[in-house]
C-alpha cells in the first residue's frame, strides 16, 4: 500500500521540501548604480538568450533592454526610443506608461510579461514600459456550443478580454475578479470570478485555498488548475462545468456560482456543478419554455441511450430473447446468425471503430474530416455488413449510440458517455439483464456519493428539493424561477420579484369615443385632438 500511495500521491515530504526550494528562489535582487553590472545581471538570468536586446543610448550613459519577441516594436521606438534619444522630454518619468522600480527580480518579472525596461548610469531607478505585443483572434462563437437562438459570441484566449465580455452583461460594482500567478515556470494569469453578494463566501474561500495550494512547474488552462482542485480527480465524471460561453458563465455567476479563467485559453471553469447543469443549454432559456422543456427531456433520455442501448441489445441477443415479439424474431435471428463472433465481441469492435472514425475526423482538416465521415459511415459500414461481418442491427444500435452521446451539450460529457458504454456491454454479455441493472446500480451510487465544493452531484434529486426540480427535468417560465437552487449554495436566495404582477393590476381598457363628424379625423384647427386639448 505504501508504494501505491507513493505512486498515486507522490512523496509528500519530499514536495514539502521542492516547494520550500522554491519559494526560497523568490527573494528581492536591489538594482545597482552601475549600469554595466545591472546589464550583465539581466544578461544571465536570462542565459543571454538571443531574443533579448540591448540598446545601449546617451553615449553608453544609458541602456533599454527587451524581448523583441514580446514586445510591439512601434510603440516602443514612438512611445520610449525616440522621445528618449531625440531628447523630446525632460525626463523619463514624463512619459505616462512609465513604472518605476528598484528591484532586478521584478523588472525580470516585467520584461518576461513584454515590457521594456530602461536604466541610467549612476542611478539605481529602472522604469519600465508597457509595450506588449498583442496578438488576439475576433470574439466569435464557439463551435462547441453552438445555438439556434441568442448571443452569438465566445471567449477568445486573450484573459482581459473575456473579463470585459463578463462586465458587459454584468455592469455592477458587486462582480469581483481575483488573480493569481500559477506555474513556475509559464507564470500563468489565472482569474477568479464571483458576484460578491450573491456568492457564498464560504465557497469563494475554498475555492480561494485550493488554488493557493496548487503547486506545479506548468498551467496552460483551466483544466489543469480544475483537476487539481476537484474533489474526486479518480471519478469519470466532471465536478467542473466548462464552457467557452459568456452568457452560459454569467447566467452561472448570477444564481451563485464561481468561474475560474485562465490566460491562453478559451474555456471557463464554473463550480459548484451538477449533473443537470451539463444537460442544459443557453437555447433552453431562449425559445418558449413547453420547447425548452421538451428538448431538455430529449436530452436527458439520450443517456440512457448512449450508455446502455448497446448493452440491451446484446443482453437480448444472447441470453433474454424471449422479450423480443415474435413477429420480429425470425429477422432478428437471421441478422445475426451468419456471424462468426458473439455480439458482445461484435459491439466492442464497431463501438471502437466509431471512435476511431470520430477521433480521425476532429484531428484531420475540416474537408478531410467530413469525408473520412462519409467513408466511414457509408461505405465501411455498407462493406463489413455484406462481408458478414457485423449484423445490420449492430449498426443500427452503434449508430443511435452515437448519435444519443452528441445530443449532450458538454463535450466533455460527451466523452464520459462514451467511455461508461465499454463496461455495461461487458457486464451484459456475461450477466445479461442482471449485469445492466447492477452497472447502472454501480453508476447512481457513485453519482449520489459523489460532491462539487460541497454540493450533491444529484442534486436537487438526490437529496430532493420539490422547489428546485423546476430547472432540472423541465424548465418553468422564467418568471417562476423566483429562487436560486440551492445546489449554487447562494447566499441570496431571491433572484427576482412578482415579474407578472402587471398581469393581477391589469385593467380593462377604455373603449374608444368615436371621432366627430364636424372635422376630418376629429381633429381640431390648432393641429391638436379634443383628447389633447382636454388634457391640457
Given at each position: 500500500?505504501?508504494?501505491?500511495?507513493?505512486?498515486?500521491?507522490?512523496?509528500?515530504?519530499?514536495?514539502?521540501?521542492?516547494?520550500?526550494?522554491?519559494?526560497?528562489?523568490?527573494?528581492?535582487?536591489?538594482?545597482?548604480?552601475?549600469?554595466?553590472?545591472?546589464?550583465?545581471?539581466?544578461?544571465?538570468?536570462?542565459?543571454?538568450?538571443?531574443?533579448?536586446?540591448?540598446?545601449?543610448?546617451?553615449?553608453?550613459?544609458?541602456?533599454?533592454m527587451y524581448f523583441e519577441s514580446l514586445v510591439d516594436k512601434g510603440k516602443l521606438y514612438d512611445s520610449v526610443f525616440t522621445p528618449l534619444e531625440e531628447g523630446k522630454i525632460d525626463s523619463i518619468g514624463d512619459i505616462p506608461i512609465a513604472k518605476m522600480t528598484y528591484n532586478l527580480e521584478e523588472a525580470?518579472?516585467?520584461?518576461?510579461?513584454?515590457?521594456?525596461?530602461?536604466?541610467?548610469?549612476?542611478?539605481?531607478?529602472?522604469?519600465?514600459?508597457?509595450?506588449?505585443?498583442?496578438?488576439?483572434?475576433?470574439?466569435?462563437?464557439?463551435?462547441?456550443?453552438?445555438?439556434?437562438?441568442?448571443?452569438?459570441?465566445?471567449?477568445?484566449?486573450?484573459?482581459?478580454?473575456?473579463?470585459?465580455?463578463?462586465?458587459?452583461?454584468?455592469?455592477?460594482?458587486?462582480?469581483?475578479?481575483?488573480?493569481?500567478?500559477?506555474?513556475?515556470?509559464?507564470?500563468?494569469?489565472?482569474?477568479?470570478?464571483?458576484?460578491?453578494?450573491?456568492?457564498?463566501?464560504?465557497?469563494?474561500?475554498?475555492?480561494?485555498?485550493?488554488?493557493?495550494?496548487?503547486?506545479?512547474?506548468?498551467?496552460?488552462?483551466?483544466?489543469?488548475?480544475?483537476?487539481?482542485?476537484?474533489?474526486?480527480?479518480?471519478?469519470?465524471?466532471?465536478?467542473?462545468?466548462?464552457?467557452?460561453?459568456?452568457?452560459?458563465?454569467?447566467?452561472?455567476?448570477?444564481?451563485?456560482?464561481?468561474?475560474?479563467?485562465?490566460?491562453?485559453?478559451?474555456?471557463?471553469?464554473?463550480?459548484?456543478?451538477?449533473?443537470?447543469?451539463?444537460?442544459?443549454?443557453?437555447?433552453?432559456?431562449?425559445?418558449?419554455?413547453?420547447?425548452?422543456?421538451?428538448?431538455?427531456?430529449?436530452?436527458?433520455?439520450?443517456?440512457?441511450?448512449?450508455?446502455?442501448?448497446?448493452?440491451?441489445?446484446?443482453?437480448?441477443?444472447?441470453?433474454?430473447?424471449?422479450?423480443?415479439?415474435?413477429?420480429?424474431?425470425?429477422?432478428?435471428?437471421?441478422?445475426?446468425?451468419?456471424?462468426?463472433?458473439?455480439?458482445?465481441?461484435?459491439?466492442?469492435?464497431?463501438?471502437?471503430?466509431?471512435?476511431?472514425?470520430?477521433?480521425?475526423?476532429?484531428?484531420?482538416?475540416?474537408?478531410?474530416?467530413?469525408?473520412?465521415?462519409?467513408?466511414?459511415?457509408?461505405?465501411?459500414?455498407?462493406?463489413?455488413?455484406?462481408?458478414?461481418?457485423?449484423?445490420?442491427?449492430?449498426?443500427?444500435?452503434?449508430?443511435?449510440?452515437?448519435?444519443?452521446?452528441?445530443?449532450?451539450?458538454?463535450?466533455?460529457?460527451?466523452?464520459?458517455?462514451?467511455?461508461?458504454?465499454?463496461?455495461?456491454?461487458?457486464?451484459?454479455?456475461?450477466?445479461?439483464?442482471?449485469?445492466?441493472?447492477?452497472?447502472?446500480?454501480?453508476?447512481?451510487?457513485?453519482?449520489?456519493?459523489?460532491?462539487?465544493?460541497?454540493?450533491?452531484?444529484?442534486?436537487?434529486?438526490?437529496?430532493?428539493?420539490?422547489?428546485?426540480?423546476?430547472?432540472?427535468?423541465?424548465?418553468?417560465?422564467?418568471?417562476?424561477?423566483?429562487?436560486?437552487?440551492?445546489?449554487?449554495?447562494?447566499?441570496?436566495?431571491?433572484?427576482?420579484?412578482?415579474?407578472?404582477?402587471?398581469?393581477?393590476?391589469?385593467?380593462?381598457?377604455?373603449?374608444?369615443?368615436?371621432?366627430?363628424?364636424?372635422?376630418?379625423?376629429?381633429?381640431?384647427?390648432?393641429?391638436?385632438?379634443?383628447?389633447?386639448?382636454?388634457?391640457?
Amino acid at each position: 500500500m505504501g508504494f501505491l500511495k507513493r505512486f498515486l500521491f507522490g512523496d509528500h515530504k519530499r514536495l514539502q521540501d521542492r516547494q520550500l526550494n522554491d519559494h526560497s528562489e523568490d527573494i528581492d535582487y536591489p538594482s545597482s548604480t552601475k549600469l554595466e553590472d545591472n546589464v550583465n545581471y539581466l544578461l544571465d538570468e536570462f542565459h543571454n538568450s538571443s531574443d533579448v536586446k540591448v540598446r545601449i543610448m546617451q553615449k553608453g550613459n544609458s541602456a533599454l533592454m527587451y524581448f523583441e519577441s514580446l514586445v510591439d516594436k512601434g510603440k516602443l521606438y514612438d512611445s520610449v526610443f525616440t522621445p528618449l534619444e531625440e531628447g523630446k522630454i525632460d525626463s523619463i518619468g514624463d512619459i505616462p506608461i512609465a513604472k518605476m522600480t528598484y528591484n532586478l527580480e521584478e523588472a525580470i518579472d516585467s520584461m518576461l510579461r513584454g515590457h521594456a525596461i530602461y536604466m541610467e548610469d549612476g542611478s539605481r531607478k529602472i522604469s519600465q514600459f508597457a509595450v506588449t505585443a498583442s496578438f488576439n483572434r475576433s470574439v466569435e462563437e464557439p463551435i462547441n456550443e453552438r445555438i439556434v437562438r441568442g448571443a452569438h459570441s465566445g471567449f477568445v484566449e486573450n484573459l482581459l478580454i473575456n473579463i470585459n465580455l463578463i462586465r458587459k452583461r454584468i455592469e455592477h460594482r458587486d462582480l469581483t475578479v481575483k488573480y493569481y500567478k500559477l506555474g513556475k515556470y509559464t507564470d500563468t494569469n489565472v482569474a477568479l470570478i464571483y458576484v460578491d453578494g450573491i456568492a457564498d463566501p464560504t465557497l469563494v474561500a475554498e475555492v480561494d485555498r485550493r488554488i493557493l495550494s496548487v503547486s506545479t512547474d506548468m498551467v496552460h488552462s483551466p483544466g489543469y488548475v480544475g483537476e487539481i482542485i476537484e474533489d474526486n480527480t479518480f471519478s469519470p465524471f466532471p465536478q467542473m462545468l466548462n464552457t467557452e460561453r459568456p452568457d452560459r458563465l454569467v447566467g452561472n455567476l448570477m444564481e451563485g456560482r464561481v468561474a475560474i479563467m485562465s490566460e491562453g485559453s478559451p474555456t471557463s471553469l464554473i463550480a459548484p456543478s451538477t449533473f443537470f447543469m451539463f444537460y442544459q443549454a443557453p437555447d433552453d432559456y431562449n425559445m418558449r419554455w413547453w420547447a425548452g422543456t421538451f428538448v431538455r427531456l430529449i436530452r436527458l433520455t439520450s443517456f440512457i441511450i448512449a450508455v446502455g442501448l448497446p448493452a440491451f441489445y446484446i443482453a437480448i441477443v444472447s441470453f433474454h430473447f424471449e422479450v423480443i415479439p415474435d413477429d420480429l424474431i425470425l429477422q432478428v435471428k437471421g441478422s445475426i446468425n451468419d456471424i462468426a463472433y458473439p455480439p458482445i465481441l461484435e459491439a466492442l469492435v464497431m463501438v471502437v471503430i466509431i471512435e476511431l472514425i470520430r477521433e480521425a475526423g476532429i484531428r484531420l482538416p475540416q474537408p478531410i474530416g467530413q469525408t473520412i465521415g462519409i467513408v466511414g459511415g457509408l461505405v465501411i459500414g455498407d462493406a463489413v455488413v455484406r462481408a458478414g461481418l457485423v449484423s445490420n442491427l449492430m449498426i443500427i444500435v452503434v449508430a443511435l449510440t452515437a448519435i444519443a452521446s452528441f445530443v449532450v451539450p458538454s463535450n466533455e460529457f460527451s466523452t464520459i458517455l462514451r467511455l461508461l458504454t465499454f463496461p455495461l456491454i461487458i457486464l451484459a454479455g456475461t450477466l445479461g439483464f442482471i449485469g445492466i441493472i447492477f452497472g447502472f446500480l454501480m453508476i447512481l451510487i457513485h453519482l449520489t456519493k459523489l460532491e462539487s465544493f460541497g454540493t450533491p452531484y444529484l442534486a436537487p434529486v438526490a437529496p430532493l428539493t420539490f422547489k428546485d426540480l423546476k430547472d432540472t427535468f423541465i424548465r418553468v417560465p422564467i418568471f417562476n424561477m423566483k429562487e436560486r437552487p440551492k445546489d449554487s449554495q447562494a447566499i441570496k436566495k431571491m433572484a427576482q420579484g412578482e415579474s407578472r404582477e402587471w398581469k393581477q393590476n391589469e385593467q380593462p381598457a377604455q373603449a374608444s369615443k368615436p371621432p366627430k363628424t364636424g372635422d376630418l379625423g376629429g381633429a381640431s384647427r390648432s393641429g391638436g385632438s379634443e383628447s389633447d386639448q382636454s388634457s391640457e
